[in-house]
Antibody, heavy 124, light 112 residues
């Protein structure tokens, strides 16, 4: 059974870069039609999809974050990572990594499983 | 403001049935894209509850069911139990520039 675990600094200063890593266990990251995703949830608010990476390196980002975002994969470590530059207080959130599962067609995709989440606070 | 609209809260007594709506538009649910639902228990990560409109992953009780019609979708919970108290989110695909994978704002279910 695949499990995901986020790791990284819990505090980032404004204008700096937020970096998180997701470690995948219980199966290879380079398996099937799966896309490795990041989703965030500001305190007390709803969910926002950030982007995803395919194990071969292809990426797709939320247009609202695209200019500041890089998601990459390291198959040798069974990990994928998120880098978000020029952060502000608005980027304070719990960041989840999740596997995007593709259904019968690519637009029918859902997220399962999810990591436990990592709270990142942007503050000086 | 979320692309998919959900009521902020719903409530029901144990044993009752509640329904949570998820309203979209012609660029997401109305474009026949599938809807998926997640349950987020307090202090935990979201968990997949319903996928592709009306399918339950293994281990999800059949008290949970989903449906979709036009630009809206619904999650129904029958035989409400105290452990169902949680936040529920719908999710779909959107073909506009608002970000392709979109979520509803979430609905807090209170079991009275």
């Amino acid at each position: 059974q695949v499990q995901l675990q986020e790791s990284g600094p819990g505090l980032v200063k404004p204008s700096q870069t937020l970096s998180l890593t997701c470690t995948v266990s219980g199966g290879p990251i380079s398996s099937g039609d799966h896309y490795w995703s990041w989703i965030r949830q500001p305190p007390g608010k709803g969910l926002e999809w950030i982007g995803y990476v395919y194990y071969r390196g292809g990426t797709f980002y939320n247009p609202s974050l695209k200019s500041r975002l890089t998601i990459s994969v390291d198959r040798s470590k069974n990990q994928f990572s998120l880098k978000l530059t020029s952060v502000t207080a608005a980027d304070t959130a719990v960041y989840y990594c999740a596997r995007r599962v593709v259904g019968t067609i690519v637009t029918s995709s859902w997220f399962d499983p999810w990591g436990q989440g990592a709270l990142v606070t942007v503050s000086s | 403001q979320s692309v998919l609209t959900q009521p902020p809260s719903v409530s029901g007594a144990p044993g009752q049935t509640v329904t949570i709506s998820c309203t979209g538009s012609s660029s997401n649910i109305g474009a026949t894209y599938d809807v998926h639902w997640y349950q987020q228990l307090p202090g935990t990560a979201p968990k997949l509850l319903i996928y592709a409109n009306n399918n339950r992953p293994s281990g999800v009780p059949d008290r949970f069911s989903g449906s979709k019609s036009g630009t809206s979708a619904s999650l129904a919970i029958t035989g409400l139990q105290a452990e169902d108290e949680a936040d529920y989110y719908c999710q779909s695909y959107d073909n506009s520039l608002s970000g392709n994978w979109v979520f509803g704002g979430g609905t807090k279910l209170t079991v009275l």
